[in-house]
């Protein structure tokens, strides 16, 4: 890019890019110009090529009807002999006054001549072996293509009588079946040669009257620029050095700038401006210091108390995972004592329920307090056993809410995994399968290879349809705030699967809600 340092430059450079825009466009147009030439060429020779076939083939088939009617009209009158004959003579008497570059002639599919008005010295020869100069057997295709049910086109050079010399040539040939003869015409493609110089007379011409447009605007433009930089650019370096003096002194005083010895009205405009935003500037300079002193002062202050409250939240958060476990273990143990003297008690049962609800959140913040302190080693894991027992434990939450599980979960399902995350993407997919199903329904859980390296997790409910599932691995997100929860789980969840490449997959409708998870068995694509 180029960077003008003074008015001078500025125009040189514009009178260079003015030069390449004009190359450039004249580029565009001459190159415009001759595609369009060629298209047209090409579409003339192809209408000339098209409308040549058609009357070719007209030809050839009034020539074909007539020999069909006369044959049929006399066959029963005359031999077949002097039928032939006689069409021959009527055909070279048509022939006769016409173009000598244009005319019918026949042959019998063995190649032997039958019929030649321009060269009848050669009739009752064989023919077949002659060859183009581009090594084409054209008599012996000629014939060939002749049999085919409509006849066909063949291209070729042949020689042109009136010129003397090889041309490019086109025929049609079609059989006349009853006599085994090739019926045939062609015309030279020469006369196109003619349209395509006009063709290319008209395109020079154009572009000549293009070439002298474009040179005097060219010419125009460069000497307008040379006249405006002798005309414009002194008075308006003059302004701009009185308005860059003016920048200079308004630092050491108030002065506003003489107006007087600018020139153009626009720069007088631009120095008011200058006036007032220097004036703006400075006003706000000494606001902006107070400003900031003060503000560097607030700053520090609340930063100071956001620091202690945070670390007061972090320090309750691990005293109270820390307190809340002993008082957990007391009252599992308990309930464990009860239910061997009081088996299959409800309300046992539903007190089992909240102590394993208090339990599976216990875990999910002690989750939370170590994630970013703690290393997560992996090891082969039997994913199997680990689900069932999961199953097992959330099993009395699911009775006390009228739920119960259908598992089809394969066996010796190993992945590479930590035993701590895997825990928790488990038991939060449980956890809020519980929490959100309609009542008395099932839950269903899967866990099954679909690859050699991929397994697949499923968790499938009978629930209302979530109606933002962009947000539901949001933090503190709830679909359903009457239903409890601190909107933490999915989140710890998507961050675990995150860390892991696991492919998380959602599709909730009316009927059901299923959440997919994908994991992966090779240990290089889960690390």
């Not at 190159?31 to 030809?59: C, F, G, P, R, V």
């Not at 040179?215 to 308005?243: C, G, P, Q, R, W």
């Not at 002065?255 to 009205?265: A, C, D, E, K, S």
Request: with cysteine; aromatic share 12%.
């Amino acid at each position: 890019m180029f960077k003008a340092k003074s008015l001078y430059h500025l125009i040189v450079y514009s009178i260079f890019f003015i030069v390449i825009l004009i190359s450039f466009f004249t580029f565009i147009i001459i190159d415009n110009a001759h595609e369009e030439l060629q298209q047209k060429i090409e579409t003339q020779k192809q209408d000339y090529t098209n409308s040549q076939k058609e009357l070719l083939k007209s030809d050839i088939l009034s020539t074909i009807n007539f020999i069909n009617f006369y044959h049929n009209k006399y066959k029963n009158e005359k031999n077949e002999k002097d039928i032939k004959l006689e069409v021959l003579n009527a055909l070279y008497q048509i022939q006769h006054n016409n173009n000598i570059n244009e005319y019918i002639f026949i042959y019998d599919y063995n190649g032997n001549l039958i019929f030649h008005p321009v060269v009848p010295d050669d009739i009752g020869k064989n023919k077949l072996h002659i060859k183009d100069k581009a090594g084409k057997s054209v008599i012996k295709e000629l014939i060939e293509i002749s049999q085919l049910p409509n006849g066909g086109f063949i291209d070729y050079i042949w020689f042109k009588p009136d010129v003397q010399k090889n041309i490019k040539k086109i025929s049609y040939a079609q059989s006349y079946e009853q006599w085994g003869w090739t019926i045939g015409k062609g015309v030279y493609l020469d006369e196109i040669d003619e349209l395509v110089k006009q063709k290319e007379e008209e395109y020079n011409q154009k572009i000549s009257n293009y070439t002298l447009q474009i040179s005097s605007l060219t010419i125009m433009l460069v000497l307008y620029s040379i006249f405006i930089y002798k005309n414009a650019t002194i008075l308006i370096v003059n302004d701009v050095k009185e308005i860059g003096k003016y920048f200079k002194e308004s630092q050491i005083d108030d002065t506003p700038i003489n107006q007087n010895r600018l020139m153009f009205g626009e720069f007088k405009v631009i120095a008011n401006y200058a006036t007032d935003a220097m004036n703006n500037i400075k006003l706000k300079t000494h606001m902006l210091e107070d400003l900031n002193k003060n503000l560097e002062f607030k700053v520090s202050e609340k930063t100071a108390e956001l620091t202690k409250l945070i670390e007061s939240q972090k320090s309750f958060i691990k005293n109270s995972v820390h307190e809340i476990n002993t008082p957990l273990s007391i009252i599992q143990t308990n309930i464990d004592l009860l239910k061997m003297k009081i088996p299959n008690n409800k309300y046992i049962t539903h007190i089992e329920s909240g102590a394993k609800i208090i339990q599976y959140i216990y875990d999910d913040l002690s989750y939370l307090i170590k994630k970013d302190r703690v290393i997560y080693e992996k090891e082969y894991l039997d994913f199997s056993t680990i689900l069932k027992h999961r199953l097992e434990f959330f099993e009395e939450i699911a009775i006390s809410n009228s739920l119960y599980f259908i598992s089809n979960i394969d066996d010796d399902i190993y992945i590479k995994f930590n035993i701590t995350e895997l825990q928790r993407v488990i038991d939060n997919n449980l956890s809020n399968a519980i929490k959100y199903s309609y009542a008395k329904s099932p839950i269903f859980v899967k866990l099954e290879y679909t690859k050699d390296d991929d397994v697949e997790f499923s968790v499938v409910t009978n629930s209302k349809k979530i109606e933002y599932q962009n947000k539901i691995f949001d933090d503190f997100y709830r679909e359903n705030s009457a239903r409890g929860g601190f909107g933490l789980g999915l989140k710890i969840v998507k961050e675990i699967c995150d860390k892991n490449l696991v492919i998380i997959n959602l599709e909730s409708t009316d009927k059901e809600t299923k959440f997919t998870y994908r994991f992966k068995i090779n240990e290089n694509t889960t690390s």
